[in-house]
């Protein structure tokens, strides 16, 4: 006879965070036919309070059960109480449980990025506690089987108070606490992510289906065709022995805190013969492997919207369809949760080179980024070309990247009035009567340029030239042209920022960096 485990999905445990104002679901596994009762209470009364809300359902042939509430608000001290038929002996309590706003933390090892690595983690480890904030790190698993690629502070849920924290995303972090402080309501983050993967990582088979984006599938394909299947799993799964080592951990973890180019040259010869988990149905990175076995287990948990901080696996010939596959992903995952979600991503910051790896058309990453922010509803974008280091792909000012987002949040998501949030964009250029070049930027109050030079180039008939100044006028920049410019009548463009590496240090009043632009000039003034 076969013996059915009467369990819910990993993440409905004790101390979690329901979102607030939306229908609260909870699924899990049963024997089939049987009927699942679920009461709401409010923990601190009588020993047998009278619930909030009962529901019942009963699970299908297979099992599977779901169970839903009417949407609460914003609230502490709940507890949940669920019975499988009559037996009150296998009844499951989840307790300490809250309503708020719970965000997705999505991505690549930027986003997966540890507040222990980050700047200010001492700063941080100071601040007063904050209860009101929950976060809950999705297990790392590549494939059926695998118990999980990174264990600390993963599968379980915990406040700032937890050790846990250590671990956990220092944007997400950052941004939860940010915006709980300005909102007064509850905030919780689960973080759903792990370095190195690609968007096509987190999505389903049947969007990369369409060309451009099958490239990931044939690419796929291509990788695996003439090996063996058991070759393949036997070959997987001894590298996943090493990868999921504590020694690698430890081997590999100093880079995380940052180290100079010599130290990283020196780790890649002393490491050159480590395991290398081939691309197959074991790999992490394979086209959709992350959708199956970490996000798909979310769904349909109700969310407030998603933070993403990806793109450096998506860079080098892959770039120019950046747009198209992040559009891709919004719009899926919209449909899979039924919900227009707003999705606040991040851009790539200044990066040159880490280990073997490159910024081969970042700029183009990143003109994607701005260009599906700009076209998607309800996409916005943070930009941080101050904050990069040529020789570190991984920002260590993480609390500041959480503290743009947070603003975006307040402002286009919590609506905040008159709040500063966005960060400054060049929308026109044209000449003085002094020749100068004067660019009005849209979010620009109070621009101010810092210490630090930014990537300036001027071009005209295929020449590249620097200004010889740049000056700030509240919402505007003024560039004084070289002098070589005069008289030439070619078409006149202005960029920042416009380079594979390019550093920008010009922000608003809110201290938010403008985004990289290449826009052109009427340079009729110039031949006078």
Known sequence: MEVYQWKLAEIFQSNMMFQREKEMILWGEAAPETEITAKLVKAGSPSAPEPIHTTKCTADRNGDFRITFPPQEAGWGYRIHIIPGTDVSAEIVLDNICFGDIWLAGGQSNMEFFLKYDRDWENVKKLNRNPNIRMYNMPQRAFEGHTTHNKAGYGYWFDDSCPGIECFSAPAYSFARNVQEATGVPIGIIGCNWGGSTAAAWVPEE????????????????????IPTEKLAADSLEAWKFEDSLQHGADFEPLLYGRDRDWQLTYMKQHADDPVIP????????????YHMMLSKLIPFPIKGVLWYQGESDAGDRAFMYDKLLSALIEDWRKEWKDELPFLIVQLAPFGVWLDCGNQEYKTVREKQTYVADNVEGVYMASIMDLGSYYDIHPKEKMEVGRRLA???RG????EKDLLCDAPKAVSAALNQDGQIVITFLHGDGLTIGSKPSAWDITIDDLHFTPDSVYAENDRLILIPPGEIKGRTGMLRVSLGWNDYAEIHIHNNAGLCAAPFTISVDQEVLSK
């Open 407 to 409: 603003l975006l949040a």
């Open 207 to 226: 969007v990369l289906q369409t060309p451009p984006l099958d490239r990931y599938l044939k690419e796929y394909e291509e990788a695996i065709a003439g």
């Open 412 to 415: 286009h998501i919590y609506g």
């Open 279 to 290: 691309m197959g149905p074991y790999h992490m990175y394979r086209p959709s492997g992350l």
